[in-house]
T-cell receptor, first 116, second 111 residues
């Protein structure tokens, strides 16, 4: 285990539902990330939080709403999703933002989301 | 914009042979290049990384090389084993915080 825990592991939801994904890191890191992983596509960065403050919103539709109450927890609130939003959603954390020392990302196991 | 190209998309080797995965990046400001391994049902895990002030780094059967002039970097796995079968991602970080990932290489090691 990498110290980053995501729940649930699997989620099936209808297009009119509201659900939330949860991520918790036990590594004492300051930065947390949401990524979307679709089949045969590169990992897509969605959101970045550093010290609880959002530093990046990579043009993500408003039906995805992140929340970072503290440096250890990250949520992704979902509502009125589309079938094309079905994917593996990965949470990651790092000690600091990218490029310098201690910036490698540690990933959770992901939530496999299916929108029906 | 920033881009990382990764080849091949699929690689099949016989156990004991070597495997090489190549990546190119577009942003010359990139200074950190991690490699991740993703096994079925798991999130990506960092296996090795290299920074721009180093040309090569080795860790047991895994090595990475970096050519900053050509903007190329590669992952080399020697004496492959069936447990090396996974999807491998290269990535580049252009000095900021936005990690740019390659599309991944699915490696099959046949016993």
């Amino acid at each position: 285990e990498t110290g980053v825990t995501q729940t649930p592991r699997h989620l099936v939801m209808g297009m009119t539902n509201k659900k939330s994904l949860k991520c918790e890191q036990h590594l004492g890191h300051n930065a947390m990330y949401w990524y979307k992983q679709s089949a045969k596509k590169p990992l897509e960065l969605m959101f970045v939080y550093n010290f609880k403050e959002q530093t990046e919103n990579n043009s993500v539709p408003s039906r995805f709403s992140p929340e970072c109450p503290n440096s250890s927890h990250l949520f992704l609130h979902l509502h009125t999703l589309q079938p094309e939003d079905s994917a593996l959603y990965l949470c990651a954390s790092s000690q600091a933002l990218g490029g310098g020392l201690n910036t490698e990302a540690f990933f959770g196991q992901g939530t496999r989301l299916t929108v029906v | 914009g920033e881009n990382v190209e990764q080849h091949p998309s699929t690689l099949s080797v016989q156990e004991g042979d070597s495997a090489v995965i190549k990546c190119t990046y577009s942003d010359s400001a990139s200074n950190y290049f991690p490699w991740y391994k993703q096994e079925l049902g798991k999130g990506p895990q960092l296996i090795i990384d290299i920074r721009s002030n180093v040309g090569e780094k080795k860790d047991q059967r895994i090595a990475v090389t970096l050519n900053k002039t050509a903007k190329h970097f590669s992952l080399h796995i020697t004496e492959t084993q069936p447990e090396d079968s996974a999807v491998y991602f290269c990535a580049a970080i252009p000095g900021g915080f936005k990690t740019i990932f390659g599309a991944g290489t699915r490696l099959f090691v046949k016993a």
